[in-house]
């Protein structure tokens, strides 16, 4: 509670008294010697009033509430500065804020670090980004989106690569190839982004999303060999969408022999995941609870079977929307998506993504990194964190995996990059944890550390 000293012979003719918090309790008083004597009358009950509220304030934030997040019941006594119920979820460390020293995470000593792709010209694609991984009979497969005019400039495309020992990666191809014209970002244009790599059948398949010209997916198989097959559409065109010049006055529909819609969107089901633009159409919502924008949605499996949506809460620099929290809501497969709630786990911002283990543990991969909320932080990516969780609700660890990202770039005249170690996809084989990501939008490349280094 605040108490105000009034020197009633210095103050003007109306005197006005409000209380910052509370400018609905405002006192007008006029100057006389009953103006004195209402006014220290006011003051009494007015401080009275006062310390009454600021005891109910802290009353409600220091009291459990119990909310329904989905198919969940959470009780929490955190809020946003907003005053909307915070999802606990974040038991670890909070991040200091020398970042590129690891801001202040034990660094993953055992991870190694390799290149997938440099480019040596703007000409080949300075801008590279959307990392996508899998391992297939023996092989990994990467994919991402490259343009050379900047990200998500009209005619941005999809390039993958393939490698059969660590640290040895083929040069790269074009997986989906420019979807029309290249032009300037500044411009509007239809261009591609990567989804994922599905496993149907004992076949790969590639999933990209078309952005421009309506938001929908697209997809091709692609061999062992790395041989792509034939393009097809996942699923019906959106109305006034158009199809990518590759694709244009060809039979469009996947062969009889590839899945259909329904079951690579019972793959998703199934491997409790979601695309990364599932906003688009598919059944997850694009604003919180508390009304902010949110954008690239992934999902996981917790222990109890549930699954977990979670979403980034979007901003720029220039548009300041973000408040450094991941979103989430929950699902137990009977429902749809419900409005996420602003939870306390720590983000950049940037995309994230989370692998669940066979005993159930989640590894949430991404930039677990802001030491504060509700700040509009936008924070270089780096480091690249592994934040553990025992049942998928509650992440008590976090480590950064690589840190002291570039702060310049190579290759200029590239728009909509920023360093960093980001936008990651990850994976577990053999008994490692795997990571493809991009380095500060220009370059590709992967880590791995032995799940045995965070005691798992």
């Not at 609905?24 to 009275?48: F, H």
């Not at 200091?96 to 010209?121: E, F, I, M």
């Amino acid at each position: 509670m605040r108490i105000f000293l009034l020197n009633w012979s210095k103050t003007p003719a109306i005197d006005k008294v409000s209380w910052s918090k509370h400018p609905e309790m405002t006192i007008y008083m006029k100057q006389s010697r009953i103006g004195k004597n209402c006014m220290l009358a006011a003051l009494v009950v007015l401080c009275c009033v006062i310390s009454h509220l600021a005891v109910g304030q802290q009353s409600t934030q220091d009291s459990a509430i119990t909310v329904r997040v989905g198919s969940r019941t959470v009780k929490t006594t955190k809020r946003t500065a907003k005053g909307t119920p915070v999802v606990p979820m974040w038991k670890a460390p909070m991040p200091d804020r020398n970042l590129s020293h690891g801001a202040g995470l034990p660094l993953l000593k055992g991870a190694q670090h390799a290149t997938v792709w440099k480019p040596a010209s703007r000409e080949q694609g300075a801008y590279n980004h959307f990392a996508a991984l899998v391992f297939y009979k023996g092989r990994f497969f990467a994919m991402w989106g490259n343009s050379t005019e900047g990200e998500d400039a009209p005619g941005q495309r999809v390039l993958f690569a393939w490698s059969d020992h660590w640290g040895k990666w083929s040069a790269p191809r074009e997986l989906f190839p420019a979807p029309g014209p290249v032009k300037p970002r500044s411009e509007k244009g239809i261009y591609l982004n990567p989804d994922r790599w599905i496993v149907i059948g004992g076949r790969l398949y590639a999933v990209a999303y078309v952005h421009g010209a309506g938001i929908y997916p697209i997809a091709r198989s692609v061999s062992a060999r790395g041989r792509p097959g034939k393009p097809f559409i996942v699923r019906e065109l959106p109305r006034n969408a158009s199809l990518p010049v590759f694709m244009k006055n060809k039979k469009v529909d996947a062969p009889a022999s590839y899945p259909s819609y329904a079951s690579i969107k019972d793959w998703y089901r199934n491997h409790h995941q979601v695309s990364w633009w599932a906003r688009s159409g598919e059944g997850v919502p694009d604003t919180g609870i508390d009304g902010s924008p949110l954008i690239e949605s992934f999902s996981y499996q917790a222990r109890d079977g549930g699954t977990v949506l979670c979403m980034r809460s979007w901003g720029t620099p220039h548009k300041p929307t973000q408040n450094n929290r991941l979103y989430v809501s929950f699902n137990d497969g009977e429902t749809g998506w419900a409005p996420p709630y602003p939870t306390d786990v720590p983000d950049a911002p940037s995309r994230a993504q989370a692998v669940s283990l066979a005993d159930s543990t989640v590894l949430l991969i991404g930039n677990q990194i802001a030491w504060t909320f509700d700040h509009a932080l936008y924070l270089d990516r780096d480091p690249l964190t592994v934040s553990v969780s025992k049942d998928g609700y509650a992440f008590d660890k976090v480590y950064a995996l690589r840190t002291g990202a570039p702060k310049t770039f190579r290759i200029q005249g590239v728009s909509g990059r920023n360093p960093g170690f980001a936008y990651p996809s990850a994976l577990v084989h053999d008994g490692w944890l795997y990571v493809l990501y991009s380095i500060g939008k220009e370059d590709m490349a992967i880590s791995r550390v032995p799940l045995s280094e965070m005691g798992l």
